[in-house]
């Protein structure tokens, strides 16, 4: 049974750098046709892609936050690791991790988000 | 960079109903294109993936079409389960993803 749990703190103050946990199981971080992904939700809006790691340790990041995006992954204990920094309230948002699947096919390959975490809202606030 | 829309933004409709929601992309992007379904308080889940290709397990009510720049995803016979917002997502520049603005569908 393949599960994402998202862990960290629920409150972080203006300027602060925040940092999530993403911790899986049913199966392993290097498994070569798996990745992980973080996507944010503010209340009410839309969700928006983060960041990406795949099982070879390639990172891809959103353009608009990527100087302030870090991700990581530490296999033996199947979690990946996701930090922030300079966090403003803006930021506040549900943070989800979720499994990336990627099927090849006979003219391409298909990447999609089969599995999700239950996702950890973490609001910015002095 | 290549902007998504989606539309309308949100429609209410009755349990029955085929409803339809498009999504369109500024450039093309091929079948680059994933549906998923995200129910209140609850995380998204995807339906269909490669524009048209439904996910195991997915109802078949659900369907995804289109290629280029226009993509539609279709609910045939709206269910009360349904209430959710759906969201369109695009990878043509992987391994970065986008996601729509999404489309908040109600039942009457």
């Known amino acids: 049974q393949v599960t994402l749990k998202e862990s960290g703190p629920v409150l972080v103050k203006p300027t602060e750098t925040l940092t999530l946990t993403c911790t899986v199981s049913?199966?392993?971080?290097?498994?070569?046709?798996?990745?992980v992904n973080w996507i944010r939700q503010p209340p009410g809006k839309a969700l928006e892609w983060l960041a990406h790691?795949?099982?070879?340790?390639?990172?891809s990041y959103s353009t608009s936050l990527k100087s302030r995006l870090t991700i990581s992954k530490e296999t033996s204990k199947s979690q990946v690791v996701l930090t922030m920094t300079n966090m403003d309230p803006v930021d506040t948002a549900t943070y989800y991790c979720?499994?990336?699947?990627?099927?090849?096919?006979?003219?391409?390959?298909?990447?999609?988000?089969?599995?999700w975490g239950q996702g950890t809202l973490v609001t910015v606030s002095s | 960079d290549i902007q998504m829309t989606q539309s309308p933004s949100s429609l209410s409709a009755s349990v029955g109903d085929r409803v339809t929601i498009t999504c369109q992309a500024s450039?093309?992007?091929?079948?680059?294109l994933n549906w998923y379904q995200q129910k209140p308080g609850r995380a998204p889940k995807v339906l269909i993936y490669?524009?048209?290709n439904l996910e195991t397990g997915v109802p078949s009510r659900f369907s995804g079409s289109g290629s280029g720049t226009d993509f539609t995803f279709t609910i045939s016979n709206l269910q009360p389960e349904d209430l959710a917002t759906y969201y369109c997502?695009?990878?043509?520049?992987?391994?970065?993803?986008?996601f729509g603005p999404g489309t908040k569908v109600d039942i009457k």
């Open positions: 450039q093309d992007i091929s079948n680059y």
């Open positions: 049913g199966f392993s971080l290097s498994n070569d046709r798996m990745g």
């Open positions: 490669d524009a048209s």
């Open positions: 979720a499994r990336m699947i990627w099927r090849s096919g006979e003219l391409s390959s298909s990447y999609y988000f089969d599995y």
């Open positions: 790691i795949f099982s070879n340790d390639e990172k």
């Open positions: 997502q695009r990878y043509d520049n992987f391994p970065t993803f986008t």
